[in-house]
Antibody, heavy 123, light 107 residues
Framework: EVQLVESGGGLVQPGRSLRLSCVAS????????MHWVRQAPGKGPEWVSG????????GYADSVKGRFTISRDSAKKFLYLQMHSLRSEDTALYYC????????????????WGQGILVTVSS | EIVLTQSPGTLSLSPGERATLSCRAS???????LAWYQQKPGQAPRLLIY???SRATGIPDRFSGSGSGTDFTLTISRLEPEDFAVYYC?????????FGGGTNVEI
């Protein structure tokens, strides 16, 4: 059974940093692309960032480009999202999501999701 | 950026009825790279349809997707009580990946 479990969220002041983690199990982690998707309270999902199976390709939403960095440790089966210069508009539930393939547009949808971790940016 | 507009915002139906949800893209979606998700309160979204018309693993055949280019449709042939939820479309043909605003299917 595929499982994705996020951690590292919480309350953080504007301008500060936070690192989210996601541990994967139930599938061959190093074969698949992975993504972060967020959802602000009462809003629809918003794609944040994605990374290919081999970390050779990454992508970011314009709203986080230059502030967030996605990475993975395939040996440990972890996905990360390093977030800097956090803003109030970054407040959301952050989901770790698995792609159905390793890389490329045909695989940039999400066949499994974690339960999400809440990040609240507020003073 | 591809903007996805879903309609209607809310669909009020009864169990057993047919639901037709629309997702319009501007500009068009490459290669029918469009997915549909279902989300219930307090849960993560669940993949229903990918490549515009392919059902994901374990999805009942009352769910079907169609369309290409700029116009896509999710149809639920006969609503079951567990189908009342919010539905989102998502395009993955170009970056940034984008979602529609959602359709709430309510009783």
């Amino acid at each position: 059974e595929v499982q994705l479990v996020e951690s590292g969220g919480g309350l953080v002041q504007p301008g500060r940093s936070l690192r989210l983690s996601c541990v994967a199990s139930g599938f061959t982690f190093h074969d698949y692309g992975m993504h972060w998707v967020r959802q602000a309270p009462g809003k629809g999902p918003e794609w944040v960032s994605g990374i290919s199976w081999d970390s050779g390709s990454t992508g970011y939403a314009d709203s986080v480009k230059g502030r967030f960095t996605i990475s993975r440790d395939s040996a440990k089966k972890f996905l990360y999202l390093q977030m800097h210069s956090l803003r109030s508009e970054d407040t959301a539930l952050y989901y770790c999501a698995k792609a159905p393939g390793g890389v490329g547009p045909s695989s940039n949808y999400f066949d499994y999701w974690g339960q999400g971790i809440l990040v609240t940016v507020s003073s | 950026e591809i903007v996805l507009t879903q309609s209607p915002g809310t669909l009020s139906l009864s169990p057993g009825e047919r639901a037709t949800l629309s997702c319009r893209a501007s500009p068009s979606v490459t290669s029918s790279y469009l997915a549909w998700y279902q989300q219930k309160p307090g849960q993560a979204p669940r993949l229903l349809i990918y490549d515009a018309s392919s059902r994901a693993t374990g999805i009942p055949d009352r769910f079907s997707g169609s369309g290409s280019g700029t116009d896509f449709t999710l149809t639920i042939s006969r609503l079951e009580p567990e189908d009342f939820a919010v539905y989102y479309c998502q395009q993955y043909g170009s970056s940034p990946l984008t979602f529609g605003g959602g359709t709430n299917v309510e009783i």
